[in-house]
């Protein structure tokens, strides 16, 4: 029985190594590893959750999809504390401050050797690019997708150099990896979703009867440079 996964996971997938050894944190039901094995985008797969009820979800999803196929091995795992060495670690649907916490606990495994980190956040997307560029991850690249209209998420792939990332603010909330794929309609969307975010946000301060004027400053300084981006890209694309 083969499985369906969602956009944002389909987007994971995309950044998985083939024939990778990989680390689902946060399983849930198994999804994503049951669908990398069975497409033949990973060798094997450690499914990880906190909680052993996810897990036991996971296990009757891989008995009906992958009966007596034992390349996905079910683990239960405070994040990535136990989880054995992979190649490739998914961690997918959580808020950007947790993962935060989860990658500072195991910095010990992702910062040595050819790591690789495919993230998910589903909030707080400025604090998790902001913790990778300050803690030797490059975000190699960045894609966006949506499932629904105006619900948009971001799947970022970083690797450890060791190098600690120069970077603007504007950076913390659309990054340079994203402005490389402006072409791609999801993208240009989530951009324009951006710049709505921020109109708005600008609009109540300047509504309020006390308006902070150094938010404001800097929400507008914010707003000009995620306006930038769009020339930004078309003159590259012009070189």
Known sequence: ??????????????????????????????YLPIY????????????????????????????RCLPGDDRITLLRADGMQGVPD???????????????????R????????????????????????RYLYCNGFEIVDERVCSESQGKFYCVICAEYTGRRVEYRTVDLFFSPALRRRMGEADVAAYHAYMLSVFEKAIGGIKKSVCPQID???????????????????????TV
Do not use: W
């Open 86 to 104: 992979c190649d490739d670690y998914v961690i997918a649907g959580m808020g950007g401050q947790t993962i935060c916490g989860i990658l500072q």
């Open 36 to 63: 990398l094995i069975q497409n033949g985008l990973a060798s094997h797969v450690y499914a990880c959750d906190i909680r052993q009820g996810p897990l036991d979800n996971a296990a009757a999803c891989i008995r």
């Open 215 to 237: 938010i404001l400053n800097k929400y507008e300084a914010l707003y000009e440079e995620l306006r930038g981006i769009v020339h930004e890209c078309d003159g590259k694309r």
């Open 1 to 30: 029985m083969s499985v369906s996964i969602s956009a944002r996971l389909l987007c994971a997938a995309e950044f998985v190594r083939r024939g990778s050894i990989v680390a689902d944190i946060g399983t849930d039901h198994a």
């Open 106 to 129: 195991a910095s010990s495994c992702i910062c040595s050797g050819d790591k690789r980190l495919i993230l998910q956040p589903m909030t707080a997307r400025d604090d998790l690019r």
